[in-house]
T-cell receptor, first 122, second 111 residues
């Protein structure tokens, strides 16, 4: 079936502009996550939703960053007044549910990652 | 100091070699440990998952967790050129899936 999709795949914007990055999770996946990945680094957690509820936004760098998932499916990460330091790969992931671990430690909550949006702020 | 430390490599090995990839961590609350593989220009994909301490084997891959030493490993036997990728360790304390990733180790397996 279709995996996680993100759009646009590439975005170049001028400093000071607002950008909106879209994530379309795997159909039926309850949980959705946003990460930021700098070149040569692992993904860094930004925020997380269960259905439409934002459960944790502790990773958002500052108040210029916001995310929403109004109908519990598609999510948008918005960066206002972009700065050059915002340039990175922004990745979305989704999972079937938050957590379902059996006694054997089954991977009930595997996160599936999308291809990412490469944001460049000039 | 980062919560999760991982040697970025690059690591270059001949085909057929045994590869050992490692991460150390500082947060004793971590309970769930994962290894992701990331090919160039692609998103990470889950390879192995381990809950708490112990070993887990899946084909040519073995994941080990030593919580007393805060040290996890991924072993790849009979490495293949198709294994060339960046390998990321990730872990979480549970409750939900806020994954903390290492920086990733670049692996190149040459024929």
């Amino acid at each position: 079936g279709a995996g996680v999709s993100q759009s646009p795949r590439y975005k170049v914007t001028k400093r000071g502009q607002d950008v909106a990055l879209r994530c379309d999770p795997i159909s039926g996946h309850v949980s959705l996550y946003w990460y930021r990945q700098a070149l040569g680094q692992g993904p860094e957690f930004l925020t997380y939703f269960n259905y439409e509820a934002q459960q944790d936004k502790s990773g958002l760098p500052n108040d210029r960053f916001s995310a929403e998932r109004p109908e519990g499916s598609i999510s948008t990460l918005t960066i206002q007044r972009t700065e050059q330091r915002d340039s990175a790969m922004y990745r979305c992931a989704s999972s079937l549910e938050t957590q379902r671990i059996g006694v054997s430690g089954s991977i009930g909550y595997e996160q599936y990652f999308g291809p990412g949006t490469r944001l460049t702020v000039t | 100091q980062k919560e999760v430390e991982q040697d970025p490599g690059p690591l270059s090995v001949p085909e057929g070699a045994i590869v050992s990839l490692n991460c150390t961590y500082s947060n004793s609350a971590f309970q769930y440990f994962m290894w992701y593989r990331q090919y160039s220009r692609k998103g990470p994909e889950l390879l192995m998952y381990t809950y708490s301490s112990g070993n887990k084997e899946d084909g040519r891959f073995t994941a080990q967790v030593d919580k007393s030493s805060k040290y996890i490993s991924l072993f790849i036997r009979d490495s293949q050129p198709s294994d060339s990728a960046t390998y990321l360790c990730a872990m979480s304390a549970g409750g939900y899936n806020k994954l903390i990733f290492g920086a990733g180790t670049r692996l190149a397996v040459h024929p």
